[in-house]
C-alpha cells in the first residue's frame, strides 16, 4: 500500500510528502517551514529512526507502525497553538474508531475502547496506542506548528511509564496507511473546529467526553514533587485541574499523570 491523503483533506488543500523511511518526521516538517513551506502539508512514514516524544524520549517507529506529522503555519499566538494537542488526540481518536469498525462487530464488548489521556496520549483500553508532541518555530511574522502523531499499529515499546500496546495486539489488522488516510480526513473536522482557537470550547468539550481518568484519583508528577487528588477538568487554556483533599482546584500545565491505582503507587 501507498500512502494518501483522504478526500476531506485533498479538498482542503493538503500537501503530503511520504517517505519510506526518515529520522523523524517533525524535523523533517519543521526544516520544511523554515525553507519557506506555509501550506498545511503531511509528512509520513513507516519507519521512523530518530522520532522524539516529550521531554526528549526517543520514539522510535519500526517499520510498520505510523509516524505522522501535520505542519501548519498559522497566525496565533504559541499559549494557543499548544491547544491544537488536543485537535490531535480527537482526530485520532475519531480515525482509530473508523478502522475498527469490523474489530467491533466482530468482537462486540470485547472490541477495544479508545480514550484520550492528558496531555497528549490516546490509550486503548487503559494502555498507550499513541503519543502525540507538538512543536513550534516562529517563521517571518506567523507560527509553524508542527503536531507529530506515533501510532503503535504492528508493534509497542517495552518499558514506558504508561504500559504501551499496538493495534496489532488489539486484534486491529490494519495497515499504517489505512490509518493514516483516516487520520487526514478526521484532522480537517477536528481543525476545523479549532478554528486557530477559537473553538477551543466546542474541542474541550468533545476531549472531556472521551478523557481517561475524569473524575478518578489522579496523580501528577512534576519533576521531583507529586500533586494528588481528582481529575476534575481542563480549563480554557487546557490545563489539567486536579481537585485535591481539601477543595482547591490547582491547574497542572505539564507532568506525568497517573490514574487509579498508579497513581496511588506514585503517590505512595
Known sequence: MTFTLGPRAIAAGFK???FDRIGSTNAEALARARDGERDPTWFVTPEQTAGRGRRQRAW????GNLASTVLEVIDVAPAVAATLGFAAG???EAALRKVSIE???RLGPGSPKYTLKWPNDVLADGKKLSG??????AVGDRLAVVVGIGTNVVAAPEGTPTPAVSLAALGVQIAAEELFTALSDAWVEFRGIW???RGFTDLRRLWLERAAGLGEKVAVQTGTTALEGTFDTIDDAGCLIVRTADGRRMPVTAGEVYFGGAASVRAG
Open 16 to 18: 503530503l510528502a511520504a
Open 60 to 63: 522510535v517507529a519500526p517499520r
Open 90 to 92: 480527537l482526530a485520532l
Open 103 to 105: 474489530v467491533a462487530l
Open 132 to 137: 502525540i508532541l507538538l512543536e513550534a518555530e
Open 195 to 197: 478554528d486557530n482557537g
